[in-house]
């Protein structure tokens, strides 16, 4: 005989009383063995509340927000070529026609349900993809969720100019090279205004600014880590600083928060090796640290090398010529923005933990302050921000700089040089005329961008 009962998500009232119990002590045993694989009774009934698609120069993510944690399996099919996700036990409730994808290799996604109950997703691509799949756990900003990147299986590793130009200079200095994090990106965010400002994208606009500003300063070279809506994560950002760009120093910015609204300023980190100088330095660490989490990464236990290489000799150079640069760097923003403190903060940052650069972190205000909120969102303060990290950096090279460099050349040959103290009243034509040189020599020798010079600031004036 047949029993065409439904026995879940209720127990059908007209069986016999024993049965019901019977069935009932089942239901509750299913209930726990399904808790007890991590999905619970929910599992049978999952969703996909929203998808959203990140684009990175390697590869292209995919993140679906699910209701409950459920199993899913990826797999290849070509002739054409296709990824395929199935998710267990899971129904389509947002439409996938907002995704826009058209500058990557996934010419269309659709998804259907299947007859055993399972959501099928399928990527038609425009060449073979290598997936990579992993489930993330909920935290304070998402859900559960499930991460589809499709990489590149054929892309070839390019060299860069900067490499080439780093190894064989073809002048009798090369530039430093510089790299220029943007903090977060993609699926995170960062810290959020009170009028919906994301800090990810604060960042990455001040760091293309300063980008920008660095191309025009002779005897720098600026890269970008992060130059669009995507997430890297920490140590990726060192890796890709130290062995695609090989860069000299590497400075990362962010923007911070705190939960009392009056908290303001910026700041300037360094890595820390003993602990946090304060509380606030130690919170933001934390919460930055977590950024991997957030952002979509499957934690791997820490380099044991990388510990080891904190007490290096090396290292203590590398900290040292740090929070001279953060010197530098944190006088200049004083005068661009207020200064949370007058001091180089220290505190436990992985995104510093490379003993072959100098490394800084710029915290350049508090996002969750409205006032520090509406400079930020601001192109114009923006540029003055860049422009302060800028100086502080010019004028760290000109104190410490590296053999090889412009600025070794120019310290070298500093005797070659007249110097000239800024007094009240002077311009740079006034100067000019005074020492007989041109003003565009002013400006080159001394990296001068704009027209406004301060006083007591030495310019060198070139002689001959």
């Known amino acids: ?45 999952a969703s996909v509340e929203g998808v959203r698609l990140w684009k990175a120069p390697d590869h292209t993510r995919f993140v679906f927000d699910l209701s409950v944690a459920t199993p899913h399996h990826v797999f290849m099919l070509d002739n054409p070529d296709r990824v395929v996700v199935d998710l267990e036990k899971t129904t389509m409730e947002t439409l996938l026609g907002h995704l826009d994808y058209s500058d990557t290799l996934v010419s269309s996604i ?72 943007a903090g977060h990106g993609g699926e995170d965010p960062g810290a959020i205004g009170k009028k919906g400002t994301k800090e990810k994208d604060i960042v990455l606009a001040i760091a293309r600014q300063l980008e920008r500003l660095m191309k025009k300063e002779k005897g720098i070279t600026p890269v970008l880590i992060r130059d669009g809506d995507y997430y890297l994560k920490l140590d990726k950002r060192r890796q890709l600083a130290r062995d695609k760009y090989n860069a000299d120093m590497f400075i990362s910015i962010h923007a911070d928060a705190f939960k009392d609204p009056r908290a303001h ?29 957030v952002g979509g990464v499957v934690t791997e236990e820490e380099n044991e090398l990388m510990r080891r290489v904190l007490v290096d000799l090396a ?73 302060a990290v800028l100086s502080g950096t010019r004028e760290y090279f000109n104190r410490y700089p590296l053999p090889g460099t412009y600025y070794a050349w120019k310290k070298q040959n500093s005797g070659q040089f007249a110097r000239h103290t800024i007094r009240k009243g ?21 990296q001068i961008e704009t027209d406004v010079i301060r006083v007591g600031k030495v310019l060198l004036i070139p002689q001959g």
Do not use: C
Not at 9 to 24: C, I, M, T
Not at 124 to 131: E, H, N, V
């Open 110 to 181: 659709r998804s259907a349900k299947q007859k055993n109950g399972n959501l099928r997703v399928v990527f038609d691509l425009k060449q073979a993809l290598k997936p990579k799949s992993f489930s993330l756990s909920p935290n304070d900003q998402y859900g559960h969720r499930l991460v589809i990147d499709l990489y590149n299986a054929g892309r070839k590793v390019v060299k860069t100019e900067t490499n080439i130009a780093k190894a064989k200079p073809n002048n009798k200095f090369r530039n430093v090279i510089v790299a220029i994090d």
């Open 315 to 387: 290292m203590e150079g590398v900290l040292e010529h740090s929070f001279y640069l953060g010197k530098h760097v944190l006088q200049e923003l004083g005068g661009v923005s207020a200064l949370h403190k007058k001091r180089v903060e220290q505190a436990g940052f992985r995104v510093l933990k490379s003993p072959e650069m100098v490394s800084l972190l710029v915290e350049t205000g508090f996002i969750s302050n409205p006032k520090e909120e509406r400079l930020l969102r601001s192109k114009a303060y923006q540029k003055k921000l860049a422009r």
């Open 426 to 446: 002077d311009t740079l034509s006034t100067i000019a005329n005074y020492y007989h040189v041109p003003v565009k020599h002013l400006r080159e020798v001394n």
């Open 1 to 45: 005989m047949k029993l065409n009962y439904v026995i879940f998500p209720g127990v059908n009232a007209s069986l016999p009383k024993w049965v019901v119990a019977r069935l009932g002590l089942l239901k509750v045993g299913v209930l726990i063995v399904g808790l007890a694989l991590g999905f619970g009774s929910s599992a049978w009934s």
């Open 265 to 293: 300023g910026a700041s300037v980190f360094t890595l820390s090796r003993s602990g946090a100088t304060s509380g606030m330095a130690r919170y933001l660490a934390e919460k930055a640290n977590q950024s991997d989490i």
